[in-house]
């Protein structure tokens, strides 16, 4: 059984920077493509970022150049290096686990406030 957990939420201003880290248990990480979600108020969870087993990312439009994900496959944590923020990037943060065999698997969430 996977357990993902996340740290390093909290409330910063706009233009401002905060650093998600996301541990995973487990010794099936470095196989597994591991994602960024967020979760807008009232709206409905959208993807972030991704990075796959090697090393190869993609991001949301609205992110491209101000976000960053990466690994370390020796500590078994993905992060997500967030800079020049905005408001509209207020939301729950999740953090993603997809196996090599497809098995999904999701932190308990993380809350990230922009003020303006």
């Known amino acids: 059984q996977v357990q993902l957990v996340e740290s390093g939420g909290g409330l910063v201003q706009a233009g401002g920077s905060l650093r998600l880290s996301c541990a995973a248990s487990?010794?099936?990480?470095?196989?597994?493509?591991m994602a960024w979600y967020r979760q807008p108020p009232g709206k409905q969870r959208e993807l972030v970022a991704r990075?796959?087993?090697?090393?190869?990312?993609n991001y949301a439009d609205s992110v491209k150049g101000r976000f960053t994900i990466s690994r370390d496959n020796g500590k078994n944590t993905v992060y997500l290096q967030m800079n020049s923020l905005k408001p509209e990037d207020t939301g729950v943060y999740y953090c993603?686990?997809?196996?090599?065999?497809?098995?999904?698997?999701w932190g308990q969430g993380t809350q990230v406030t922009v003020s303006s």
């Open positions: 993603n686990q997809v196996t090599a065999w497809g098995t999904d698997y």
């Open positions: 487990g010794s099936i990480f470095r196989l597994s493509a």
């Open positions: 990075i796959i087993s090697d090393g190869r990312t």
